[in-house]
């Protein structure tokens, strides 16, 4: 067994203090949770059946690929300008594409020189998951062809968003592409030995887990199987679960009332629900109220575990209070690439220092001389000339600077992705993903088995913070 350790992403972040202990149920998403794909694989996948759809609208997309790396989770699509956008906490746009070219920094101040990025306008859509890295880089591929006139019938960047989340969603629930990952499972799935441990650690500690995933029966049956059976010994993955929730339409399963089956044999069978919800069977549909009313407790006794930023942990959050975990496994890619930039990283502070200092002396020095030419304010020791002199002087200090840093910012600039750089930051601020994270998100890691560590008994606390007029370390 692996030992999560510092420097690996291995282990549980905390925004908000959460007693582990105190948690009476644990409820679990399954895809890109519970479940980890080959995220090439799956949505390479996901893009061919999307673009066999495509072809038969008449669209020239033949010999268009997927390219896994070009988009991040955390963007933006902005259905109106074609663009995908990167925002920072406060909604500022900091990177952008239109189509698949990116945008320089002109044209990116003026095209949002007016507009915020906000998550609730209907124009932006966010990239909330791993499954939507397909969508995005047909998105941008399509704008290419929109812009080439090539796409007739569509009117405009709305239309194309509208009519591809269309095909995305049918390509989805279609059932081949479904298919063909339970007949090959080992070429789909990252198999974690660690994650069914986690769980029966959490079960014997007294919680009550369920498993609350938007996929069918058959899907949900075939690879929980795949995961956790060959890593259980005398029992099978439904064991695990007190309760089994399918095809839970989140996030509607937190905000409505939608009906509720009972799935009564293995193929699939339903039945319908008179009496209230019973622990050790499996449930198709239905919502929070029916669920805590079986469980016996709510709200902050419960912790939601999942991968979807809105579906998952903002809605259990906003709306029911759950306690909340999002799994970003981006994570352990992003903290290794962090560290091995460590030195770097080390550098470039140091002359960003530099270069303040240096800053703050001219400005101290044009002040001396705006004051002696306007005859005001306390006289200045230098003369005029020997102001200008060392303000020459500094300004060929700070283009020396500014050669030497602009290869190390460039470098930071793409740790992670080359295109978008880290997913929580916008260079030295946080990213909106950061933003949406810390505030629905309790705690967050990159698997669940990072659970291990801390075990099912751990008080998780959070950090102090820092706030800009924080006196530094070091300072007297
Ligand atoms: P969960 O993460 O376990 O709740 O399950 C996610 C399910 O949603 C999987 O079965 C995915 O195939 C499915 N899914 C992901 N994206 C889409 C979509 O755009 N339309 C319809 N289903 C989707
Ligand atoms: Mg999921």
Redesign the pocket.
């Known amino acids: 067994m692996t030992e999560p350790t510092d420097g690996t992403g291995r282990r549980i972040y905390t925004n908000r203090t959460l007693n582990l202990r105190a948690l009476r149920a644990i409820g679990y998403?399954?895809?890109?949770?519970?479940?980890h794909y080959r995220v090439k694989e799956w949505e390479s996948l996901?893009y061919r059946y999307v673009k066999e759809r495509l072809l038969k609208r008449g669209w020239p997309v033949e010999s268009m690929e997927f390219e896994p790396d070009r988009f991040i989770r955390g963007l933006m699509i902005d259905t109106e300008l074609g663009n995908i956008v990167k925002a920072n906490r406060f909604g500022y746009p900091k990177r952008a594409t239109h189509g698949t070219r990116v945008l320089g920094f002109d044209e990116l101040r003026s095209a949002y020189a007016r507009q915020m990025v906000e998550l609730s306008d209907p124009r932006f859509r966010f990239l909330n998951?791993l499954?939507?890295l397909s969508?995005a880089c047909w998105f941008s591929q399509l704008v290419d062809c929109l812009d080439e006139g090539q796409l007739s019938g569509v009117r405009d960047y709305r239309d194309l968003s509208h009519l591809l989340?269309f095909e995305?969603?049918?390509?989805?629930?279609e059932g081949r592409?479904?298919a063909e990952i339970v007949a090959h499972p080992e070429k789909f799935v990252e198999l974690d030995p660690d994650t069914a441990l986690a769980l029966l650690d959490q079960k014997r500690a007294g919680k009550k887990l369920m498993?609350?995933?938007?996929?069918?029966w058959s899907?949900?049956q075939a690879m929980m199987q795949y995961a956790f059976d060959p890593f259980l010994t005398g029992m099978t993955w439904q064991a695990l679960f007190d309760l089994i929730i399918v095809d839970?339409q989140?996030p509607a399963f937190f905000t409505a009332t939608n009906p509720i089956y009972e799935v009564v044999s293995a193929e699939g069978l339903l039945r319908t629900v008179r009496r209230p919800v019973e622990l050790g069977k499996v449930y198709q549909g239905g919502h929070v109220a029916l669920i805590e009313e079986g469980l016996g407790c709510s709200g902050d006794d419960i912790l939601y575990v999942?991968?979807?930023l809105f579906?998952?942990v903002q809605v259990s959050k906003r709306i029911q209070r759950w306690r909340t975990a999002l799994v970003l496994r981006e994570l352990e890619h992003e903290v290794e690439e962090v560290s091995s930039f460590y030195d770097a990283q080390k550098t470039l502070e140091a002359l960003m220092g530099e270069k303040e200092a240096m800053e703050q002396q001219s400005a101290q020095l044009r002040l001396k001389l705006q004051r002696i030419q306007g005859g005001y304010g306390p006289r200045a020791s230098q003369s005029e000339e020997e102001l200008r002199d060392e303000m020459a002087a500094l300004r060929d200090r700070l283009q020396h600077l500014d050669v030497q840093i602009a290869p190390l910012a460039k470098a930071v600039g793409t740790i992670s992705n080359p295109y978008w750089g880290q997913l929580m930051r916008t260079g030295n601020d946080k990213s909106q993903l950061a933003r949406q994270v810390e505030r629905y998100a309790d705690v967050y890691m990159s698997r669940v088995s990072n659970f291990l560590g801390p075990t099912p008994f751990a008080y998780l606390r959070s950090s102090r913070g820092s706030l800009p007029h924080d006196p530094l370390i070091g300072d007297p």
Do not use: P, Q
């Open positions: 998403d399954m895809d890109y949770t519970l479940i996901a998951t499954f939507s969508e989340r995305v969603d049918e390509a989805h629930v592409l479904k498993l609350i995933t938007n996929s069918e899907y949900t839970a989140k999942g991968d979807h579906g998952d």
